[in-house]
C-alpha cells in the first residue's frame, strides 16, 4: 500500500480521502502557532495578508473592530474566503505574493499599508513594495515554532503546506526517494536544493494537494 506523511494535521473528510484512495497516511504537526502580542496604533489605511494564520489572530484580537474597516490585499482564495466570512472587505487577491506586490505598485503606490504577518514571513512582498517606495510597515501577529518529529515509517511521499514545515522535517529526517507534494511554489522552492522530486498543486488549498497525491498515485 501507498503510504505518505502529511506534515500538518488532517481533517477527518481529507484523511478519509486519501484513504479512499486507498492511500495509508501519517499525520504529525511540523510546526505550531503562537500569538504575539501586538496593537493596531501603528497600522496605516490597507491591511495585507499572505497567510490564514495571520488573518484568524487579528480576527481574533479584543481590538479588531478598529481595524475591521480597513482594505485588505491577500494571497489566496482560501484567505479571501477566510477574510470574507469574518467581515473584512477585499479589495485585491492574488495567487502569490510577488503578483500581489505587482498589483498594489500598479495601482495603489499613493496609498499606505500594514503587512500583518509571522515572524517567518518571506522577504518577496516587503522588499518589492520597499524597491517601489510604497509606504508600508509591519505588524508580526504570530511567531511559528518548529515541532521536530522523527518520522520512521517507510514513506511513498510528503505533504509540505509551508517552507516552515519543510525546515522543521529535514531536521531530524531524510527526503530520499520520496515524492514531495507542496502547497504552492514557495514551498517548493524551500525544497529546490534537497530533491527534484516536487509536484505543486495546481490551487493553493490543503485539498488540491490532497489530489495531486491521489493522481500522481493512480497513475502509478
Do not use: W
Amino acid at each position: 500500500m501507498i503510504r505518505v506523511l502529511s506534515t500538518k494535521k488532517l481533517q477527518p473528510n481529507q484523511r478519509q480521502f486519501l484513504l479512499s484512495a486507498g492511500i495509508a497516511v501519517v499525520e504529525a504537526d511540523f510546526i505550531a502557532i503562537k500569538d504575539c502580542d501586538f496593537t493596531f496604533l501603528k497600522s496605516n489605511d490597507n491591511l495585507i495578508f499572505t497567510s490564514q494564520n495571520a488573518v484568524k489572530v487579528v480576527a481574533n484580537h479584543p481590538e479588531v473592530q478598529e481595524i475591521r474597516r480597513n482594505p485588505v490585499f491577500c494571497v489566496g482564495e482560501k484567505t479571501t474566503d477566510l477574510l470574507d466570512s469574518l467581515g473584512f472587505t477585499v479589495q485585491e487577491s492574488a495567487e502569490n505574493a510577488s503578483d500581489l506586490a505587482k498589483i498594489i505598485i500598479d495601482t495603489y503606490t499613493a496609498e499606505s499599508f500594514t503587512f500583518c504577518c509571522g515572524n517567518m514571513r518571506r522577504e518577496e512582498l516587503p522588499e518589492l513594495l520597499k524597491t517601489a517606495n510604497v509606504n508600508c510597515n509591519e505588524i508580526e501577529v504570530y511567531q511559528t515554532e518548529m515541532l521536530s518529529n522523527k518520522i520512521n515509517a517507510i514513506l511513498d511521499g510528503i505533504l509540505f503546506f509551508s517552507p516552515s514545515a519543510v525546515a522543521s522535517y529535514v531536521t531530524q529526517n531524510k527526503i530520499n526517494n520520496e515524492t514531495c507534494f507542496c502547497i504552492g511554489k514557495t514551498t517548493a522552492k524551500a525544497l529546490e536544493n534537497i530533491t527534484g522530486n516536487i509536484i505543486i498543486a495546481n490551487q493553493p488549498s490543503v485539498e488540491n494537494v490532497i489530489i495531486q497525491a491521489i493522481n500522481h498515485y493512480k497513475k502509478a
